[in-house]
Nanobody, 128 residues
Framework: QVQLVESGGGLVQAGGSLRISCTAS????????MGWFRQAPGKEREFVAA????????YYADSVKGRFTISRDDAKKTVYLQMNRLKPEDTAVYYC?????????????????????WGQGTQVTVSS
């Protein structure tokens, strides 16, 4: 069993930066595809970014491409999301997910149902 715990959320002004983290328990973290999703009030959970088990491949939603960077540190069992040039529309609860399937295909990694484990979420609020 794997548990994921997000941290680092908070309130930031538009144009600012924030780094959120997701730390895992369990021994298989290094073999998982890891993804970040977000959910705003009244909206469905949407894909933000994903990173392959090796860290060699990443993929981003168009809305965050060029502003957000996903990375992982397997020694710390942690995946990060560096968010720059934040916008009010980035306001949401951010969730990390772990997918035991090592296949890194867009149709799979962008779908919430592909992920086996989820954290409890961390709130990110961007003020205008």
């Amino acid at each position: 069993q794997v548990q994921l715990v997000e941290s680092g959320g908070g309130l930031v002004q538009a144009g600012g930066s924030l780094r959120i983290s997701c730390t895992a328990s369990g021994r298989s973290f290094s073999t998982y595809t890891m993804g970040w999703f977000r959910q705003a009030p009244g909206k469905e959970r949407e894909f933000v970014a994903a990173i392959s088990w090796s860290g060699g491949s990443t993929y981003y939603a168009d809305s965050v491409k060029g502003r957000f960077t996903i990375s992982r540190d397997d020694a710390k069992k942690t995946v990060y999301l560096q968010m720059n040039r934040l916008k009010p529309e980035d306001t949401a609860v951010y969730y990390c997910g772990g997918d035991r399937n090592p296949t890194f295909q867009v149709v799979i990694i962008t779908r919430p149902s592909s992920y086996d484990y989820w954290g409890q979420g961390t709130q990110v609020t961007v003020s205008s």
